[in-house]
């Protein structure tokens, strides 16, 4: 099996893309070769260069033009797609262009508490707010619509009535950086079938 090139899409920190640059890095199934990002000021464009991951910035206007974009995905010929805290809606070409070949990353368990505006800190506020006694991840595959594709795997965490916002955001992160980049592999080795 040849050796897949992922690229990660980002707006923000850049935890995930982290995370998956070191759990992949020697990996004979796949490596992290590109970081998009849209945000130029995003802290994950710092960690790209520091883990001398190639990195470019590509706005949400940009991001709707697949003359740039797609050209950008073959010259680092991409397999497969990361969306990880990466806010822009993905545009239907880039949907096409990857299929089954792009997922995405919640922090919650969908289809409880996603949907527009649901990201971040929002989360974690409206799963406190809603007195849940166990929150998670969801990975599922991106279609048009904002968090509705399929879902691929879920992870769970039992909260206590005690946790705040902060302690929830922190529990589910936790399952992210354990279980995440698991999720992506074993993905790409069913892809390589
Ligand atoms: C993660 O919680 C992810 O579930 C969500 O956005 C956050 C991204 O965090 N989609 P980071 O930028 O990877 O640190």
Same mark, same amino acid.
Request: charged fraction near 20%; hydrophobic fraction near 45%; aromatic fraction near 8%.
């Given at each position: ?51 001398? #991951? ?19 995905? *073959?010259?680092?010929?991409? =397999? ?29 368990? $969908? ?5 527009? =505006?649901?990201? =971040?800190?929002? #989360? ?14 969801? #990975?599922?595959? #991106?279609?048009?619509?904002?968090? =509705? ?6 992870? *769970? ?30 993905? $790409? $080795?069913?892809?390589?079938?």
């Amino acid at each position: 099996m040849q050796r897949i090139n992922i690229a990660v899409f980002a707006s923000g920190d850049g935890s995930n893309f982290e995370n998956l640059v070191n759990y992949f890095s020697g990996s004979a199934v796949a490596r992290v070769a590109l970081l998009v990002c849209n945000k130029p000021e995003a802290y994950a464009l710092e960690r790209a260069r520091r883990l001398g #991951v190639d990195a470019s910035v590509v706005t949400k206007a940009e991001l709707q033009q697949p003359e740039l974009v797609l050209p950008l995905m *073959r010259k680092y010929n991409i =397999g497969f797609v990361v969306l990880a805290g990466f806010l822009p809606l993905m545009p239907n070409y880039m949907i096409d262009a990857f299929p089954q070949r792009m997922v995405n990353i919640h922090p919650s368990l $969908l289809p409880k508490f996603g949907g527009k =505006g649901m990201w =971040g800190h929002h #989360v974690h506020e409206a799963v406190k707010a809603a007195g849940e006694t166990e929150t998670g991840m969801t #990975v599922h595959w #991106v279609t048009p619509q904002c968090d =509705g594709g399929t879902i691929i795997a879920q992870r *769970r965490v039992a909260l206590l009535p005690e946790d705040t916002a902060d302690d929830i955001a922190h529990k589910e992160h936790l399952l992210e950086m354990e279980h995440f980049p698991k999720i992506i592999e074993e993905l $790409l $080795l069913r892809c390589g079938d």
